[in-house]
């Protein structure tokens, strides 16, 4: 069987934004649960911090691919 | 008990090759798909921005409200709440520009026939990036002078021994972690949306037409259907990246123009 590492390497580098990504969002959501009105002020922030955890997974991914 | 597939080759995944189409030419100065792409959207855009500006009525068309809406998102939900009701005025037609101009050509992600995102090469998405980091360096160096600029990046009341490697880091966030990150962020999420429609596109042609059985074969349509419904979570990415991008370009702005760090 042949195959590259860095593909594993990027498998176990894409754990830790996951996490983060699906924490952003459990926020997000029962901070709207428990206030609907806060969805316009929340939305942004949301979108932000995920975009920022996801950059981590991203990198990650391109490093995978040309190293 | 193990499938065979296919007696022989066996499947090869695409792979970056894909995403180099030179169309005329070839090496540095060949003229590449993306390149076409970009062309064909620039020559979609203008015209039909033109055409709507130009017969505006009070009572709006579907094409004045749709773009009307989408003018609006950009404008209020993104201009507005990020950079602040006093001064977001003069960045609205940059922000609204690269809102289009990403949406567009990541929706050519999935009409088909053009079925390429112009932003998945690198090139494309540093040369937004370039502009939205002349402005706003500019932006921050006119409202507080380029000394007052690199100043005001440590805040106030940090202890004194540790001031400069709290202003080595916020140069290297300024400088190289932001600009960085926006391109890589744009470029990579297209690269991937693509290259997993292909491997399942692929994938499913191979199983359905070199597939040794009967199973095999009925099994390409999982591989099918996994490909349509990637198409419509593309069209989500599409969106969310143009948002995306326009809403860090609002955020560095508003960032430099704060007075406070």
Do not use: C
């Not at chain 2, 193990?2 to 066996?10: D, T």
């Not at chain 2, 999935?110 to 706003?136: D, E, H, M, N």
């Amino acid at each position: 069987m042949t195959g590259n590492l860095n593909v594993i390497g990027y498998g176990l580098a894409a754990i830790g934004p996951a996490i983060a990504v699906g924490l952003i969002f459990a926020a997000y959501i029962s901070g709207v649960a428990r206030q609907p009105e806060s969805r316009g002020m929340l939305q942004p922030i949301a979108i932000l911090g995920f975009a920022l955890a996801e950059a981590l997974a991203l990198f990650g991914l391109v490093l995978a691919f040309i190293l | 008990m193990r499938l065979r597939l296919a007696a022989g080759e066996g499947f090869s995944p695409p792979t970056t090759e894909f995403f180099w189409q030179p169309l005329v030419g070839d090496g540095a100065f060949a003229f590449t798909r993306p390149m076409l792409l970009m062309v064909l959207s620039v020559a979609v855009i203008a015209p039909v921005m033109v055409f709507v500006a130009k017969r505006m009525q009070v009572v709006p068309s579907k094409g004045q409200f749709l773009t009307e809406g989408t003018y609006n998102f950009v404008r209020n939900s993104v201009g507005k709440d990020m950079i602040g009701a006093k001064e977001f005025r003069p960045f609205i037609p940059l922000l609204f520009t690269q809102f289009l101009l990403i949406l567009v050509n990541n929706l050519f992600e999935i009409i088909p026939l053009l079925q390429f995102p112009t932003f998945s090469r690198i090139g494309f998405p540093v040369a937004l990036t370039l502009v939205v980091f002349a402005v706003y360096h500019v932006v921050g160096m006119r409202r507080h002078g380029v000394g007052g600029y690199f100043k005001r990046m440590v805040p106030p009341g940090v202890p004194g021994w540790i001031v400069p490697l709290i202003f080595f880091l916020e140069l290297i966030t300024y400088f190289v972690t932001r600009p960085v990150t926006l391109a890589l962020r744009l470029m990579a999420n297209m690269f991937a949306g693509t290259l997993l429609l292909v491997v399942f596109a692929l994938g499913g042609e191979y199983m359905l037409l070199e597939g040794s059985n009967l199973f095999v074969r009925v099994a390409s349509l999982g591989s099918f259907a996994l490909f349509v419904i990637m198409t419509f979570f593309e069209i989500l990415v599409g969106f969310l990246q143009a948002y995306v991008f326009v809403l860090l370009t609002a955020f560095y702005i508003a960032d430099s123009l704060a007075e406070e760090h």
